[in-house]
């Protein structure tokens, strides 16, 4: 879909703010418990046209080096300076501004998102349409914390399946796996369930990790090194289940790592920290020709960054149902229009998103504007 327009739009300025908002329900993973989420928030100004992007960092660098902080440095001081002046009109157009700077993944995620949301709005077409995805509507799982007792999850698990959620995940840490796992088994005896280790075991654990086969998951998401592949590769070759690297995966050469020491058997896909959904095309399309299944991660999204994620997971490789479901699962504020919901056929892939920016600049804390 790129390479259609004959100009492109120059970047004039560059805004952000912090949003915070309150779970519904305190999340817990082996690293954390978190109970509220501030993500930065980024308009692109260009051409009249404002591009929107999140960057739905943690607040502390636990699951990976980024983290709120590190973001709002990365964007004033290194990333938008970068982006000023510059001409919009390919898809790669802002990641390959932005290419000297190294790392720092979830600010330059915001800001690919809204050059994107920029040039779809050039060509009057969806996200989905510029990655060329076409279906409609897509799976959802639910994803659940580490709980202290299994039977503390049945009725969440219960309400998750009557909105439509097709596949559950939970996350466990060493001691607490085989216990929660059995319960939720027993209860969901045909429910896909995944698990996620969140780089909490290593390969001493194998032994323990190699007998969760018996659960029949459809993928074990990351228990090793969040930086590791050769662990995983050697775990992989013993066990059933279909192990899913996602920490590890942060570029396209990193996902070729993984393909070509076997170090997985699916892949869970995070735009958030990749670069941006134009990156997880390309990690995507990298995936399924290796006939690796995609599952698209969450970061406690708002809705700019679920409803990018939801174009991703659009893509024909995207087999395993994502962390995509409905924002309102978790906040209870909606930032976007339409509100991102489950519906009985999955979730919608958005077309063109409205961004309530007077609400934006109501509830959110403004941080800086960059301009030429």
Known sequence: MSGQQDTGLRVDAVEVWTLTLDRLTPFSSANETIQRETHPIVAIRAGGLTGWGEAPAPQAPLYLPESVATVLDALKNHLAPRLLGKILTEPDDAAVAMGPVR??????????????????????????????????????????????????????????????????????????????????????????????????YSIQDAADLIALDRF???LLEQPLAWDDFVDHAALQAQMKTPLALDESLQSDSDLATAITLKSCRAIVLKPAHVGGPWQAKKMHD???????????????????ARAANLAVAALPGCIVPGDVGGTDRYYGTDLVDPPLRMAATGMPVPGRLNVNESEIRRIAEFQFKSTL
């Not at 994803?143 to 466990?172: C, M, N, S, W, Y």
């Open 103 to 200: 790392g720092n993944l979830f600010a330059k995620h915001a800001l690919e998102t809204a050059a994107l949301d920029l040039i779809c709005q050039k060509q009057q077409i969806s996200l989905a349409r510029l990655l060329d995805a076409t279906t409609a509507h897509v799976a959802a799982g639910a994803t659940f914390g580490l709980p202290k007792h299994p039977e503390d999850l049945f009725d969440q698990i219960d309400e998750a399946l009557d909105l439509g959620h097709t596949r559950i995940k939970v996350k466990i840490a060493p001691g607490r796996d085989a216990t929660v796992l059995k319960a939720l088994r027993d209860r969901y005896p045909g429910i896909a369930l995944t698990a996620d280790g969140n780089s909490a």
């Open 216 to 218: 029949d998951l459809t």
């Open 286 to 304: 990298r995936a399924h020709r290796a006939g690796l299944p995609v599952m698209i991660g969450g970061m406690h999204d708002f809705c700019i």
